[in-house]
């Protein structure tokens, strides 16, 4: 096995973080490794502050073949050797293209121009939709205090009456804006889609994503209910995940659709309903 399962837990401490970890992947501690990836801070008088980012990694199994890392020359060669994420972006057919931010206005000295926190990336094909999307989700951002770059495009599996909206935020210290399992990141996305829609007088459905973390995400939640499988098949028992939201609860039962040796069933009331893996008779 050459991709290691990986989980990202943002969590109040790391002791915590670790504890939920350990229960999604159904192990123990010796059997993962643990890194800190953002520390947190309290805040001023306990407002503002951020939550502890954690990676936990399974080890390997005895035996089991990993390959070594990369040096970071090579690294760095591969990194240089590929396109930045905005110029990825733009190769999609729905991509925009973002244009340097505005000059600021002569009438105003340096000192009294208002800092940019966070900033709209325009498009030489504007469509007011996107340009009020990008606005909205701009100043949301500017007014919790943070710095980031916001970024949509049309999904390309959007239709004219169910438009989807991908909003992409890039920037840095924004684990505030994910919250505890992206319970903070889904209430911005709903609230950012409620203004969107009563600006534009349309139904617009938005998809908001922080530095890639809902991609991230995806991938883990795959890897533990594969993880969770072959424990089924092995035990011959039923096995329950750890309660998630519904997107991710239909990311599992569509990975597991037509699987040979199991089945899916969602159980539960909402916020801790949860996936269950049972084994075909």
């Known amino acids: 096995m050459s991709d290691r399962t990986t989980l990202e837990i943002i969590a109040p401490t790391v002791e915590e973080a670790l504890s939920q970890g350990l229960s999604q992947l159904g192990l123990t501690a010796d059997a993962v490794s643990v890194e800190v990836l953002d520390s947190g801070s309290k805040g001023l008088f306990g407002l503002g502050g951020r939550q502890v980012r954690v990676l936990l990694t399974?080890?390997?199994?005895p035996g089991e073949y990993v390959p070594p890392a990369p040096s970071k020359s090579k690294a760095a060669d591969q990194t240089q050797g590929k396109p930045a994420p905005a110029k990825r972006a733009e190769s999609a057919s729905k991509a925009?293209?973002?244009?340097?931010?505005?000059?600021?206005?002569?009438?105003?000295s340096e000192s009294e121009q208002a800092p940019v926190v966070a900033k709209k990336i325009e498009s030489h094909d504007p469509d007011p939709v996107l340009d009020a999307t990008e606005e909205i989700v701009s100043k949301l951002i500017h007014h919790l205090g943070m710095e980031a770059q916001v970024s949509a495009h049309f999904d390309e599996t959007s239709t004219d009456d169910r438009r989807t909206i991908q909003v992409d935020v890039r920037g840095d210290n924004l684990s505030?804006?994910?919250g505890r399992q992206a319970e903070t990141l889904n209430a911005f996305q709903y609230v950012a889609s409620l203004i969107v829609g009563k600006a534009t007088q349309q139904w617009v459905q938005l998809v908001v994503d922080v530095e890639g973390y809902r991609e991230r995400r995806d991938k883990q939640v795959r890897q533990i209910a594969l993880r969770m499988v072959d424990q089924v098949i092995k035990t011959g028992r039923k096995a329950a995940l750890e309660p998630m939201t519904a997107s991710e609860r239909r990311l599992i039962h569509i990975e597991l659709r037509g699987h040979p040796a199991v089945t899916t069933e969602s159980t539960g009331e909402e916020p801790h309903r949860k996936v269950v893996i049972l084994p075909k008779e």
Do not use: D, F, H, T
């Open 96 to 108: 925009r293209e973002p244009k340097p931010a505005r000059a600021a206005s002569p009438k105003k």
């Open 58 to 61: 399974v080890n390997p199994l």
């Open 176 to 178: 505030a804006l994910i």
